[in-house]
């Protein structure tokens, strides 16, 4: 997306090269990622940087409004409602594709947002390393905010762990070490010193929780817990899993984030936000007149994450078919652009921007990103099968 260093990285880079930088960055826990990892970074110049900021501190504007929870009450579930909500989330990311507009200017428009932890530890690990194999700008970074290595990890520490002894912080996960996202579970391991641990795992006793501590072989007091769990994940796995505490009981333990608002920051939030960089987006249930053109619009269940459910063809029959419209959105569809130029066709780009929110703050502060490369209809593993230059890799903003 910066002609200049699109054509001598594309110019620079050979297959010998790639593969010494994927040997290298599989070294450090060899078969933890499972994930195909992109030949080339996004390279952001500050104009479009400016941009996809501006959209997303629209975005925080938004969610930080006094009113946010009262309005975003209905998205949780009744099922899945967990008790003792923070004030506010710790982490948002926020999802955008790199577009073309009528006037065949790039811009960013929103896809999807959540208020969740994603790649938080990786996407520290793997562009440093990046460096090492490919000439990046010195004035092109990871980070967002004037965020350096240290500050950041510095940062990540006291939201994740805070005044906690590490021992007594895990990350919660379902089979976490059979996520494909491991990667991060074992990077985050190594820059805070806490241990994923599996929902069957934990020991509960009265409104405590333990683990069994795999440094000391002893039972361990959890006190924080940095949360992966997802509803949806949890219920489509527990015939398999067995016995596993109940999460959503009034336990004494502080959640980071609180599992609420991986449902208030999500598809449900959609239709409050108002930018030329948000595709407008509606309740089904509040639209009193179904679009003409239903070929202009895409079809999202609220309660599904990873893409499952997502109708991309809209037809009539397809809206007359579901049964609870409040429960769905009719999201304008996106042009994705042909953004980045490749030995063979172009690429498509979304770009995931991260903020952490530290307590006490009262903004989220941008941190950090990672993007993903798709050749295929939409962005996802499914639709770039036995294509290069596809995957999961990082932007590098202009500072």
Known sequence: MVPSLRKAFNSAFTKEQYEAFLKDLNSLHPGAIEFRVAETPVFISKEFGNKIIDACETIV???TDPGFKQLTDRAIPKTDYVPNENAHTHFIALDF?????????????????????TLYGFQVYYPDLL???????????????DYTKETYLNDLKEVIIGNVPAENVILLEIKPHQQKTRIDFYCTQDYLGIQPVCITELIQEGRDIFYINEKTGKKTHVKRIYNRIIFDDLYAQKDSLGKFVDITQNLNVEWIPHPNWFYRISKYTLPFIHHPFVPKTYFLNEIKQIPTDLENYVLKPLFSFAGQGVVIDVTPEDI??????????????????????????PAKVEIRM????????????????????????????RYNKDKEWVGGNVCYFER
Not at 131 to 145: E, V
Not at 325 to 344: C, G, M, S
Not at 375 to 380: L, R
């Open 354 to 381: 991260m903020y952490i929110w530290k307590d006490g703050e009262a903004r989220p502060k941008l941190a950090i990103n990672l993007a993903r490369l798709s050749k295929g209809k939409m962005i996802g593993v």
């Open 97 to 117: 594709g790199v577009c073309i507009n009528e006037n065949g200017i790039l811009e960013p428009q929103l896809i999807e947002m959540q208020g969740f932890p």
């Open 131 to 145: 460096r090492n194999y490919f000439s990046i700008p010195g004035n092109y970074s990871q980070y967002l905010n």
């Open 320 to 345: 007359d078919g579901i049964k609870d419209p409040e429960n769905w959105i009719l999201q304008r569809k996106v042009k994705y652009a042909d953004a980045i130029i490749t030995p063979d066709i």
């Open 61 to 63: 504007d938004v969610i």
